[in-house]
């Protein structure tokens, strides 16, 4: 069984400071995609990751796929308020049929 | 990306009742999904419906249960058969689409909100 851990699984800070979202797996995805899902909303994808170690930023959000693409993180820098949500990874593999993993999520509140 | 709506946004429905949801997508896509999403946590994949054949559900989840439509490439159907309060969840669907040469991101309606008396 595949397995897509994501840590913490809550995160309750203050505005202006860091934070950093884990996803690991035993598991090698073809690509990895982070989304944020806001109450009563569907979730939004934020960034799809494919090549191993790539980097990719969004306005204050840095994610990272690992070399061997078995792990990712997400990283948000002086986080706001606005920032507060459902963060979810989800591992894609291509090989034996279309399968997309998602990990538990990480519940992120952000106080003013 | 696709835009995808769903319809209802969300109901309250009786016990033993069963609800029909609606997923219209703007784009043909060959693959659609069902996820649920129990209150607190993450996604768990119902099954994939492809047009023109029958549903392929995952472990934990049975046609008769869930059955599915998939009329054509824009629409599919969900019903939730004889529901009881456990069946109280938000109910997801997605197509597969993103980038070019990358075939396996997806991209979510805005869910129904489920709550069985």
């Known amino acids: 069984t595949q397995l897509l851990e994501q840590s913490p699984q809550f995160l309750s800070i203050q505005e202006g400071e860091n934070l950093t979202v884990y996803c690991n797996s035993s598991?090698?995805?073809?690509?990895l995609q982070w989304y944020r899902q806001e109450p009563g909303e569907g979730p939004v994808l934020l960034v799809t990751v494919v090549t191993g170690g790539e980097v990719k930023k969004l306005k204050r959000l840095t994610f990272q796929f690992g070399d061997a693409r078995k792990d990712s993180s997400l990283h948000i820098t002086a986080a706001q308020p606005g920032d507060t949500g459902l963060y979810l990874c989800?591992?894609?593999?291509?090989?034996?049929?279309?399968?997309?993993?998602f990990g538990a999520g990480t519940r992120l509140f952000v106080k003013a | 990306s696709a835009v995808i709506s769903q319809k209802p946004s969300r109901d309250i429905c009786q016990r033993g009742t069963s609800l029909t949801i609606q997923c219209q997508v703007d784009?043909?896509?060959?693959?659609m999904f069902w996820y649920r999403q129990q209150p607190g946590q993450s996604l768990t994949l119902i099954a994939t419906?492809?047009?023109?054949?029958?549903?392929?559900?995952e472990s934990g989840f049975v046609i008769d249960k869930f059955p599915i439509s998939r009329p054509n490439l824009t629409f599919s159907t969900l019903t939730v058969s004889n529901m009881s309060p456990e069946d109280s969840s938000i109910y997801l669907c997605?197509?597969?689409?993103?980038?070019?040469?990358?075939?396996?991101?997806?991209?979510f309606g805005p869910g129904t909100r489920l709550t069985v008396l």
């Open positions: 989800a591992g894609a593999r291509s090989t034996g049929g279309f399968k997309t993993i």
């Open positions: 419906a492809n047009q023109g054949s029958e549903a392929t559900y």
């Open positions: 997605s197509v597969e689409g993103g980038l070019a040469g990358v075939t396996d991101t997806q991209y």
């Open positions: 784009s043909q896509v060959t693959m």
């Open positions: 598991s090698v995805f073809s690509s």
